[in-house]
């Protein structure tokens, strides 16, 4: 599970209010913060995630959320 309160919120955030997310929103619960890249402007986050996450896969192929290609 994701340890930052921060972090859960963004993904949340950037996953709301598109009905195609809602299957990638349950998937962030099975997350969990690896690594943490600090650039000079922002940073960059790596997740693992757990047993279970498969139950809540994306059933369309070319997935795009908010301009991202899943």
């Known amino acids: 599970m994701i340890q930052s309160k921060f972090i859960q919120d963004i993904l949340t955030l ?3 209010g598109d009905e195609e997310s809602e299957e990638v929103k349950k998937q962030i619960d099975f997350l969990t913060e690896t690594k ?3 650039t000079g402007v922002g940073v960059f986050i ?3 995630h ?4 498969k139950k809540f896969k994306a059933t369309k192929a ?9």
């Open 14 to 16: 950037l996953l709301e």
């Open 36 to 38: 943490f890249d600090y």
């Open 46 to 48: 790596s997740f693992e």
């Open 50 to 53: 757990m047993n279970g996450i």
């Open 62 to 70: 070319d997935l795009i959320l908010n301009g991202l290609t899943i």
